[in-house]
């Protein structure tokens, strides 16, 4: 997997093949073209001077015409087909990449360096700059290569030491001015990206912090800041300027020069009789003309540059290896709806380490010979094997009977949230085990896993569509009447009815924004409309004021009713309803026990319980 | 081909190198013809008057200074034309930052802050292709043509007369597809974006997709969408890129219309062949600024977007407070009552709808005292602490200290008088020292070491790699909200203000560290007058005072114990951090 980004790049772009030859070949036509109507406007007038027959004008002219013509035509057509290859590839590039992305969601994007909420805009962007691949990074070399051997060819057949002289200046200004520009332009575009990042952080900070700068009088400090940040960015993208004027100047310079030298060399030619002197103009204008084909090479240089930065971005994500493997043989239908955790370790692993610490696919072989569920995986009555290393969930034992609730709290990075993602297989647990219904929860694919769960979590993502159409994804075919009653349910109903479109109001980016609670709510009717058997509340609660967030509560209490629910929360309240509570601090179990029984012990749970008030 | 005049008004200052750039443009047309007439004077030497390279060596010389000086010129022409965007860039920069600090936190408030420093960034650097290409190119566009028309007037007339005839043709073509097309190309743009920003919207739910089993269906419809857009863009290119062709064919068409007319009168010697091929030199270069501005046109069209944007923050009129600064201010000699008469406020987007947030509030705050505000989010208890640290200032009624409307003091020196101790306290990129050091940007080390061991911050800090001089943000060390809290209430600490405005935190903290943050907080409100906008009942049973708010109103205000005895809200708020469900 560590090939060249490049090539794999020209992969992703392999199947439209087709599409690319035809639009270089009208990419090729059209310098072609102007070439030709340079040419054979020079070939009409030189041989007009020698005074011949109109008649003898005549293949000329239709030349000429036809040149004229059909330069705009194919420009037309070259951009019409250059367009299809990168909206083509622009579909194929996001298929692929959620494709790719689908199995290892959300593991893969909670991690470590991907944490950052940007990364999945950086994503988008970074496709949206591989979509012109082609038009920017493929297409300018190949026509110029062409057009370049054409020329070759054509002023060969004419006179070899000018095509020679050519060849010079068009690889000088192909290729090297390219590499100049780039080896000049590097290290400070390097240098102007960084301190436009640290401009932005300026910004950012003096924006984002405003209330903090003003309220403490630093208004003229951050200003400074900003205004020193602002004026060294400007003063490097000017030294970058005049690399891209040493550019267009060379590229201008090397073109006339061929012309010029051209000349010189096709003089002593002319009078020795190696080349008659009708087709000098020619094959001047010829000459200049064709170097529009290398004129837009410095860019390519740059968007090479950017394209594989991008593409190595993306391999980065698609490549790592899936966090969870998905059993071989089909779901067991649980037995009943109990959880059962016993001797459960887990660790997220350290960036840059190559995950798997389970085994290398050997552990799958070993279940599919293996069918039997008691006997899978036979209980280790061990602690958790290195205890040095720091656990995020550190030997985690419970049971919650069917039916019953079971609360974990714990102050933030005590290991709730954790525990949560190792119930819904959002990542595999290394040690220890999980039952649901029976049988080992690694036997459950992710779908038919997450079919039995109803969770809220403490963010909600709302689509950038309807309020139906995001209460509907919980069940498409759920009626009107389902959905009134799961909102009110959620008390979210009256507040939608307030809103002018009701349930057909947008909401997200383009529509309403709606208020963290407001957000909690919806996510908690889409829950309920699901109506699983087994409900995840992770934080369900936060981000509510305290009146509503009782209110919540008292329908959660009825909600829960004949489902397994755990709670997972840091705020202390609603928690009678709770048949069991685990009190977790960084990973392990410190208490446990009803909220009384845990009150009456003046530990660690009642401590958080005295701080919340 | 709209000029914007707002942003033609930022080149007052850099017209220098706008007339530069646009000089030598003009210089460079020169040249060109220059380079026509000699190029096309040698061959016809060479080809016609069959002479050698002895002959023409001095033509050949002036050639290639002439060619030298085009790629001089070339290289200086950018390099001016990016001198007068450098400018433009910077001043409107910081103009628009320091007029955004002006505008005040309650302007840039929430998740508007991407947007506004986006436009700060981004927005501006926008503006750079608009004066570095467009607009020079524009002044070419006129000019250079014009130039080259007189020269092959000089040669030739009737070639003279194709090109002063045709040329307005192009443009008004131009204009009339070109304005139907950039109607069709924006809407394509638009739902380019718009198709981005399903995408990423897919990804971002990808997490809930998967919970409700809706993963896989994705796929297809992001297959579709993109198909759909493919097919619906393509039709909409397809109009669009006809004012490429137009333009491209318009100019080879007319070279080919002149190639063939002077070639024909070449032939019964109505010309010379020098005059034609030099004619035929220039027929293209007649045409080549129309198609350079051509692909400007985009460039410059953005920037007219993003300058909107840009203007319209600039023009926003500036909230009353710091128009106050520039008046005399009477000092503030001691703290006196903070009184709040009938104080009304409404948060208003975009001038249009006004959404109320106080509606007549009226307390006091005596030297001294501390008074707790308490009631459901959205009662307009921030409202209250952002009007006291003039962040805002109320639309109707009025606060007072000491009977002098707060108005009359300098809001700078106003603030001052108060340490703030926010909710979610923001932590800027640079060192912790520097961090703490917001309260006092002067304070010695020992100063801010004092600060964080009032604050219980000195411990943790000291177990961080470098101690006071660790980074803090992306690249530093990741703090926890006890820890963020805690150097906070160090900013506090070492301003050492009489008033503290304490939004406190609401709790998700281990009992350790939020023990630390109690204990911090018990310590600043000593000596103190504090307003503070109070989570936790423990807080509300020290307050002297407690100012109940619901719905940016005030019902009712007292000690704990008297608002206790009476049937309402505080009653019911204190029932729910109390008794939990029963």
Not at chain 1, 80 to 91: C, D, I, N
Not at chain 1, 175 to 202: C, M
Not at chain 2, 154 to 166: E, M, N, Q, V, Y
Not at chain 2, 216 to 229: D, N, P, Y
Request: charged share 15%; hydrophobic share 45%; with cysteine.
């Amino acid at each position: 997997m560590t090939k060249n980004p490049f090539w794999r790049l020209l992969k992703l772009a392999a199947p439209f093949k087709g599409w690319i030859a035809l639009a270089t070949l009208l990419g090729v036509s059209t310098v072609g073209s102007g070439i030709g109507l340079m040419a054979t406007s020079a070939y009409l007038i030189s041989s007009a001077a020698l005074h011949p027959s109109v008649a003898a004008l005549s293949l000329a002219i239709v030349g000429v015409r036809f040149f004229g013509i059909s330069r705009g035509i194919f420009r037309y057509l070259e951009r019409y087909v250059s367009h299809q290859v990168t909206f083509k590839l622009l579909a194929r590039l996001r298929v692929w990449f959620y494709e790719a992305i689908e199995p290892l969601a959300p593991a893969r994007l909670l991690e470590g360096r991907y944490r950052s909420g940007d990364l999945l805009s950086r994503v988008v962007a970074d496709i949206e700059t591989l979509q012109d691949f082609y038009g920017r990074v493929l297409a300018p070399p190949l026509v110029a290569a062409i057009v370049g051997l054409g020329m070759w060819f054509f002023l060969g057949a004419y006179a070899v030491n000018l095509a020679l002289i050519f060849l010079a200046f068009f690889l000088m200004a192909g290729v090297g001015v390219p590499l100049l520009t780039y080896r000049l332009s590097r290290k400070l575009s390097r240098e102007v990206i960084t301190v436009r990042a640290e401009l932005n952080v300026e910004v950012v900070d003096g924006l984002q912090g405003l209330a903090e700068v003003v309220a403490f009088g630093q208004e003229e400090k951050q200003f400074k800041q900003v205004q020193a940040l602002n004026r060294k960015l400007i003063y490097r993208q000017q030294q970058l300027s005049w690399v891209n004027g040493l550019q267009n100047g060379l590229g201008n310079l090397l073109m006339n020069l061929a012309a010029w030298a051209m000349l010189w060399g096709a003089i002593p030619l002319v009078q020795e009789g190696g080349l008659e002197g009708i087709y000098l103009a020619l094959l001047i204008l010829a000459a200049l003309a064709s170097f529009e084909a290398v004129l837009p090479l410095p860019m390519a240089f740059q968007h090479l540059g950017s394209s594989l930065e991008a593409a190595r971005r993306l391999f980065e994500i698609v490549d790592s290896p899936p966090i969870i493997h998905e059993p071989k043989t089909l779901s067991p239908t649980p037995r009943n709806y109990s959880i059962e955790v016993k001797n459960l370790c887990f660790q997220y692993e350290a960036e840059g380490v190559g995950y798997r610490a389970s085994g290398d696919g050997k552990e799958e072989e070993y279940l599919a010979q293996h069918p039997t569920p008691d006997t899978r995986h036979p209980i280790p009555d061990t602690r958790c094997p290195t205890p040095n290393t720091r656990y995020a969930v550190d030997n985690i034992s419970f049971t919650l009977p069917e039916g019953q609730c079971l609360a974990l709290v714990g102050p933030s990075g005590a290991g709730k949230s954790t525990l949560a993602n190792l119930l819904l297989r959002f990542w595999d647990y290394s040690e220890g085990q999980i039952r649901l219904g029976g049988y080992e929860l690694r036997d459950y694919s992710q779908a038919d896993l997450h079919k039995l769960c109803g969770v809220v979590t403490q963010t909600t993502h709302l689509f950038n569509t309807t309020i139906r159409e995001n209460l509907l994804i919980a069940r498409p075919d759920a009626t009107p009447q389902e959905l009134i009653t799961a909102t009110t349910q959620a008390h979210i109903h009256d507040f939608i009815q307030t809103l002018p479109l009701g349930y057909d109001t947008l909401v997200g980016e383009e529509g309403l924004r709606l208020s963290a609670g407001e957000r909690q709510r919806i996510a908690i009717a889409r829950a309920l409309l699901k109506n699983a058997p087994i409900l995840i509340l992770d934080e369900a609660t936060a981000n509510l004021d305290t009146i509503t967030e009782r209110e919540i509560w008292r329908t959660l209490q009825t909600l829960r009713q004949g489902r397994t629910t755990m709670i997972i929360t840091h705020q202390l309240s609603g928690l009678e309803m709770a048949d069991e509570i685990l009190v977790l601090r960084a990973g392990k179990m410190v208490e446990r026990g009803p909220h009384y029984e845990l009150l009456s012990l003046e530990g660690f749970y009642w401590r958080m319980w005295l701080n919340n008030r | 081909m709209k000029l914007e005049k707002r942003l033609l008004q930022q080149t007052r200052n850099v017209r220098v190198y706008l007339a530069i750039t646009i000089g030598l443009g003009l210089l460079m047309g020169l040249l060109i013809i220059g380079q026509s007439y000699f190029l096309s004077q040698v061959i016809a030497n060479i080809f016609l008057a069959e002479q050698g390279l002895a002959q023409v060596e001095g033509l050949l010389q002036i050639l290639l200074l002439i060619i030298i000086a085009r790629a001089l010129l070339n290289f200086w022409s950018e390099v001016s034309a990016n001198q007068a965007a450098g400018q433009v860039k910077t001043h409107l920069r910081e103009r628009l930052f320091s007029h955004l600090q002006a505008l005040g936190p309650s302007y840039t408030r929430g998740e508007r802050s991407g947007e506004l420093s986006h436009t700060v960034t981004g927005g501006v650097e926008a503006l750079d292709a608009y004066f570095s290409q467009y607009l020079p190119q524009l002044f070419l566009t006129v000019f250079v043509p014009l130039i080259i028309v007189i020269a092959v007037f000089t040669a030739d007339f009737l070639s003279g007369l194709i090109l002063l005839l045709t040329a307005p043709i192009l443009p008004l073509f131009m204009i009339l597809i070109g304005q139907a097309a950039e109607a069709l190309n924006k809407k394509q743009w638009r739902s380019l974006s718009q198709m981005s920003a399903h995408f990423l919207d897919v990804l971002q739910g990808l997490t809930i997709l998967k919970l409700f089993g809706r993963s896989q269906v994705q796929r297809t419809t992001i297959a579709k969408v993109s198909e759909r857009f493919r097919q619906t863009t393509l039709g909409v290119l397809r109009v669009a890129f006809l004012s490429a062709l137009v333009l491209e064919m318009g100019a080879t068409l007319s070279v080919a219309v002149i190639a063939v007319e002077i070639g024909l009168r070449l032939l019964y010697s109505q010309i010379s062949f020098q005059s034609a091929f030099f004619v035929l030199l220039l027929a293209p270069e007649f045409y080549l600024p129309l198609r350079l501005f051509g692909t400007k046109f985009h460039a410059g069209m953005s920037a007219t977007a993003a300058s909107q944007r840009i203007f319209e923050i600039l023009e926003r009129p500036l909230p009353a407070t710091s128009q106050a600064d520039i008046t005399d201010s009477p000092p503030l000699l001691s703290l006196g009552t903070i009184r709040f008469n009938q104080v009304c406020y409404g948060y208003s987007d975009n001038g249009e709808n006004v959404r109320p947030a106080l509606n007549g509030v009226s307390f006091e705050i005596q030297p001294g005292q501390k008074v707790a505000l308490v009631g459901p989010s959205g009662a307009g208890k921030s409202t209250i602490a952002h009007l006291l640290l003039r962040f805002i200032e109320a639309t109707q009624g009025e606060i007072s200290v000491d009977g002098t409307p707060l108005q009359n003091f300098a809001a700078q020196g106003w603030r001052k008088q108060i340490a703030w101790v926010p909710q979610n306290p923001y932590l800027f990129s640079g060192t912790i020292a520097e961090n703490i050091r917001l309260g006092e940007p002067n304070a010695t080390l020992a100063e801010v070491i004092q600060a964080a061991q009032e604050a219980q911050a000195h411990e943790f800090i000291e177990t961080l790699p470098q101690g006071y001089e660790t980074a803090i943000g992306e690249r530093g060390a990741r703090l926890s909200g006890g820890q963020a809290q805690r150097l906070s209430l160090a900013r506090a600490f070492l301003k050492n203000a009489p008033l503290l405005v304490l939004d406190e935190a609401t709790s998700n903290l281990d009992p350790e560290n939020e023990a630390l943050v109690l204990e911090a907080t018990a310590r600043l409100v000593q000596n103190r007058t504090v307003l503070i906008i109070a989570h936790r009942l423990y807080t509300v049973y020290q307050a002297d005072q407690i100012v109940v708010l619901e719905a940016g109103r005030v019902v009712a205000i007292g000690t704990h114990q008297a608002l206790l005895q009476k049937e309402g809200i505080y009653r019911e708020l204190v029932q729910a951090y109390d008794g939990g469900l029963v």
